[in-house]
């Protein structure tokens, strides 16, 4: 990525050069977006990646539903998120991050030495709660950082959390190979602390950060032009929550959160469990190759929809994008082409990265910078406490009792509609 995409365009001015350091507060705004991105790798690469890789290897292991694992870790990311925004508000980043890589550390322990079912489903709700202590902080860093590029930065952001499962799928199958399961394990373990402690280093607030007197009259500067521009890239007026919960643009985002969220996820373990079902129908099939391209597609487009969120809006680009999922959705029990497949799943992935992708930005455009964290802990309950059931949980009991992936892949194309509708609602008001 070039730096200068990060360039502030106001960097330039001469007229206050003497007692504004731009370009020393640009570095410092840049080495936060890496390391915001980084802090997302892992909590991205084992909540999308993890468990549809091992899934057959857990099902050969352990008596249970599989189904609750995804479930258990959507439901801890509504829990948290909440909590993680508010505390990142007393804690500042670095220390969130920390907070979350000891977390994820006792989680992978768990599933390292798991002994039964109930070892992995607590793994799962570790996973989720670690998850919402660097990546809520990290969309509320950036945002903070270069608020008039809200969707470039958080699109940076969401491209590593979602791209790091499809980097991840294939490699961790290639650990499980060389080292079996506890080395992998143990690895993965290593290159956590390594990632999160690099991220913690170079990741701050603009307000907790070691600026120079004139970094910070720089920062404050680009705050307040921001602010007066008339280009519409500024953040709304700062909402309390309170008050947020109650606007009907509040809602229809939670819904959109509902529905897509639900279909979304479920593709994580349906990619791998459609591909293995159509390998053993005799038709040439890779299902982790499903996964992959959902999850090329899910990191992808984070960042291509960030970026085009800033030009084109939100809400249109989430719903082209959402009724794309739903014609993959529809269209998957048609077809036994691995490449249309492929292509199918993908559909599904960039869906899904588009809701990642223009959440924090909608989010900000309806409610300001101040209370992000906590209002966008508010939405993630959708995420957790419904999407969760009516996705991963209900698909596969609705699978088991079925035998059927059209039924399946049809309710969750009606979500993928929904929500486009519902994304198209939660628009922001114009500006006088």
């Given at each position: 990525?070039?730096t200068?995409?990060?360039?502030?365009?106001?960097?330039?001015?001469?007229?206050?050069a003497?007692?504004?350091?731009?370009?020393?507060?640009?570095?410092?705004?840049?080495l936060?977006?890496?390391?915001?991105?980084?802090?997302?790798?892992?909590?991205?690469?084992?909540?999308?990646?993890?468990p549809?890789?091992?899934?057959?290897?857990?099902?050969?292991?352990?008596?249970?539903?599989?189904?609750?694992?995804?479930?258990?870790?959507?439901?801890?990311?509504?829990?948290?998120t909440?909590?993680?925004?508010?505390?990142?508000?007393?804690?500042?980043?670095?220390?969130?991050?920390?907070?979350?890589?000891?977390?994820?550390?006792?989680?992978?322990?768990?599933?390292?030495?798991?002994?039964?079912?109930?070892?992995?489903?607590?793994?799962?709700f570790?996973?989720?709660?670690?998850?919402?202590?660097?990546?809520?902080?990290?969309?509320?860093?950036?945002?903070?950082?270069?608020?008039?590029?809200?969707?470039?930065?958080?699109?940076?952001?969401?491209?590593?959390?979602?791209?790091?499962?499809?980097?991840?799928?294939?490699?961790?199958?290639?650990?499980?190979?060389?080292?079996?399961?506890?080395?992998?394990?143990?690895?993965?373990?290593a290159?956590?602390?390594?990632t999160?402690?690099?991220?913690?280093?170079?990741?701050?607030?603009?307000?907790?950060?070691?600026?120079?007197?004139?970094?910070?009259?720089?920062?404050?500067?680009?705050?307040?032009?921001?602010?007066?521009?008339?280009?519409?890239?500024?953040?709304?007026?700062?909402?309390?929550?309170?008050v947020?919960?109650?606007?009907?643009?509040?809602?229809?985002?939670?819904?959109?959160?509902?529905?897509?969220?639900?279909?979304?996820?479920?593709?994580?373990?349906?990619?791998t469990?459609?591909?293995?079902?159509?390998?053993?129908a005799?038709?040439?099939?890779?299902?982790?190759?499903?996964?992959?391209?959902?999850?090329?597609?899910?990191?992808?487009?984070?960042?291509?929809?960030?970026?085009?969120?800033?030009?084109?809006?939100?809400?249109?680009?989430?719903?082209?994008s959402?009724i794309?999922?739903?014609?993959?959705?529809?269209?998957?029990?048609?077809?036994?082409?691995?490449?249309?497949?492929?292509?199918?799943?993908?559909?599904?992935?960039?869906?899904?990265?588009?809701?990642?992708?223009?959440?924090?930005?909608?989010?900000?455009?309806?409610?300001?910078?101040?209370?992000?964290?906590?209002?966008?802990?508010?939405?993630?309950?959708?995420?957790?406490?419904?999407?969760?059931?009516?996705?991963?949980?209900?698909?596969?009991?609705?699978?088991?009792?079925?035998?059927s992936?059209?039924?399946?892949?049809?309710?969750l194309?009606?979500?993928?509609?929904?929500?486009?509708?519902?994304?198209?609602?939660?628009?922001?008001?114009?500006?006088?």
């Open positions: 990525m070039s200068s995409t990060l360039q502030d365009p106001i960097s330039s001015d001469s007229s206050s003497a007692s504004v350091d731009m370009a020393g507060r640009d570095r410092h705004a840049r936060a977006v890496i390391g915001a991105a980084l802090s997302t790798f892992w909590s991205g690469a084992l909540i999308f990646g993890f549809g890789v091992m899934k057959s290897i857990w099902a050969a292991k352990f008596e249970g539903e599989l189904g609750w694992i995804m479930t258990l870790v959507i439901f801890s990311l509504g829990i948290f909440f909590f993680a925004g508010k505390w990142h508000m007393k804690l500042g980043t670095r220390r969130s991050y920390l907070v979350g890589t000891a977390i994820l550390l006792v989680c992978m322990l768990l599933v390292a030495y798991a002994q039964n079912i109930w070892m992995l489903y607590l793994f799962a570790l996973n989720g709660t670690a998850s919402c202590f660097v990546y809520s902080p990290s969309l509320a860093t950036v945002q903070n950082w270069y608020p008039h590029r809200r969707g470039l930065v958080t699109g940076i952001v969401n491209l590593v959390f979602g791209l790091s499962a499809a980097v991840m799928s294939p490699l961790f199958k290639v650990m499980y190979d060389a080292w079996g399961y506890a080395g992998m394990c143990w690895v993965t373990i290159l956590i602390v390594v999160n402690l690099i991220a913690a280093a170079i990741t701050e607030m603009p307000e907790r950060s070691n600026l120079t007197p004139e970094q910070r009259r720089a920062h404050e500067e680009l705050l307040e032009r921001v602010a007066t521009s008339d280009s519409g890239a500024a953040p709304a007026a700062d909402v309390e929550p309170k947020a919960v109650r606007t009907r643009s509040f809602w229809f985002i939670w819904l959109a959160w509902c529905f897509m969220g639900a279909a979304g996820i479920s593709m994580v373990t349906l990619s469990g459609y591909g293995e079902f159509l390998s053993d005799g038709y040439a099939v890779a299902a982790v190759g499903l996964l992959t391209a959902f999850n090329l597609t899910n990191g992808f487009s984070r960042i291509v929809a960030g970026a085009l969120s800033d030009v084109m809006g939100r809400n249109l680009l989430g719903a082209i959402f794309l999922a739903a014609l993959g959705y529809f269209l998957l029990p048609f077809t036994h082409n691995f490449v249309v497949l492929c292509i199918l799943c993908a559909l599904v992935g960039f869906a899904f990265g588009t809701l990642f992708a223009i959440t924090a930005p909608l989010g900000t455009d309806l409610f300001g910078l101040k209370y992000f964290g906590l209002i966008f802990g508010y939405i993630f309950t959708a995420y957790g406490f419904v999407g969760g059931l009516v996705g991963p949980l209900l698909s596969s009991y609705v699978l088991n009792a079925t035998q992936y059209t039924v399946v892949f049809t309710y194309g009606v979500f993928c509609v929904l929500a486009a509708i519902f994304i198209m609602l939660a628009k922001p008001k114009k500006r006088s």
